[in-house]
């Protein structure tokens, strides 16, 4: 790897079958953008779909725009969509409300069905989890005071022999969002279920980012984002996916009128639609929501194998030329090199993580810090290139080597 030069970056981005798609992307002249796992890039096509969006469907169609455009059907379009990315078939998904709050939901339903049949207290997640993910179940369980309690495992290798016969939800975000770990779901699922516990899984570094079949895996229900690799653009609304096999018993208690069989009937009382429509809650920002489409269609121009193959070439060569251009300086790998067990991204410890990662910024180098002393790239084969990769690590090896970073960098309020 020691051999590679820019050159050779170059070549690779001429062999790129994807190369094509970062076309497709507004991405300012200069910058490197390491960080579409946290925000994902736009896409051209987005500027367009809001102007029709905010002059004709709402500007000039009116009210009359929830039917004649769809709006209210796009919550179940937009999952249809989704679908195909996450192994999801036709009418499971809806892309509705925040992560965190499709969480509550799927917890609460999956308590439920617990509840049903059994005393099980437990729900087992890690303790390097996502935190809204740890609080939303705190908060629903403290609510429910039913005397249910988080087991907060401290390492995957660990999960295993936490699940046992007291658990009644495995919670896992399947890709760590400060590690890039990633889980294997159907080993997981398949031990939880065989001690009778439910599987939940939560796909925000990985819906777009690695492939994911959750009927192979046999998942019960799944969450995720569509504003980090999915590019729906700041705040899009997030995706529930419950399998046809639960619809039925999917109980939550955000019971809104969007979830009714028939929330044009102005019942008095709630009766909850069907299928997949009952994890709706309420009226959906649609400005918002219209913009998720623009991000899929790119999705739809090629296939997560060939972005598989895209990210882990670009995440090796990440990993190999820090380590060999910048190896005078303290870094550490908290990425698995397994690439059965790595994402979409490859984080760094530094001791002065915070202070490089911005001097980085300010040269045009986009990445991110992450609590404790952790600098995380992500890399998004739609529009990364190798060449990319390539100057992002010298951008990082000049600022190391000429210690060109300020220690007294104030935080900014988002890392
Ligand atoms: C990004 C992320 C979230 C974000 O939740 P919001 O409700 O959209 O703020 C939740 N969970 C995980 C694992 C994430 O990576």
Redesign the pocket.
């Known amino acids: 790897m020691t051999s590679l030069d820019r050159n050779s970056c170059i070549a690779l981005d001429q062999a790129d079958p994807l190369a094509d798609l970062r076309q497709q992307f507004s991405l300012p002249e200069g910058v490197i953008y390491l960080d579409g796992n946290s925000l994902g890039a736009m896409p051209k096509a987005s500027a367009a779909r809001a102007q029709q969006v905010i002059a004709q469907e709402w500007g000039t169609d009116l009210i009359k725009s929830w039917n004649k455009a769809g709006w209210f059907d796009l919550p179940s379009r937009l999952g249809n969509l989704l679908a195909p990315l996450i192994g999801a078939r036709a009418d499971e998904v809806v892309v509705t409300d ?4 499709n ?1 509550f939901k799927a917890i609460a339903a999956a308590l439920h069905l617990q509840a049903e049949q059994t005393q099980r207290k437990v729900i087992v997640t890690e303790r390097s ?2 935190p ?2 740890i609080y939303m179940a705190e908060g629903l369980t403290r609510w429910l005071d039913k005397g249910y309690r988080l087991h907060l495992v401290e390492s995957p290798e660990e999960l295993i022999s936490a699940i046992n016969a007291e658990t009644a939800l495995v919670m896992l ?1 399947h890709v760590n ?1 400060r590690t890039g770990y990633l889980h294997d779901m159907a080993a997981i699922t398949a031990h939880a279920h065989q001690q009778g516990a439910l599987a939940l899984w ?1 796909l ?2 990985s819906a777009g980012a690695v492939p994911v079949d959750l009927h192979t895996a046999k998942a019960d229900f799944a969450v995720g ?1 569509t ?2 690799y999915l590019n729906g653009g700041p ?1 899009s609304p ?1 995706f529930i996916w419950v399998p046809q096999t639960h619809q039925a018993s999917f109980n939550h208690p955000l019971t809104g009128w969007w979830g009714h069989a028939t929330p044009f009937a102005m019942q008095p009382s709630f009766n909850a639609t069907a299928g997949i429509r009952r994890a709706l809650c309420g009226t959906q920002p649609i400005v918002s929501l219209a913009m998720v489409e623009c991000g899929l269609q790119v999705f739809a121009q090629t296939s997560m194998s060939a972005i598989r193959t895209k990210s882990l070439a670009l995440t090796d060569l990440f990993i190999a030329l820090v380590e060999s251009r910048c190896q005078a300086h303290p870094l550490q790998l908290v990425t698995p090199r397994a690439h059965a067990q790595r994402g979409s991204q490859a984080s760094f410890t530094h001791p002065h993580a915070y202070a490089v990662i911005q001097a980085l910024i300010e040269r045009g180098v986009i990445g991110d810090y992450r609590e404790p002393a952790i600098m995380r790239f992500g890399f998004t084969p739609l529009y990364t290139r190798f060449i990319d990769v390539w100057d992002a690590v010298e951008g990082l090896r000049d600022v190391l080597d000429n210690k060109a970073y300020s220690l007294n960098a104030e935080r900014n309020a988002v890392t």
């Open positions: 925040s992560t965190s709050i969480l989890n996502f809204t993910d975000t969002y939560d925000a570094h984002c504003y980090k705040g997030a």
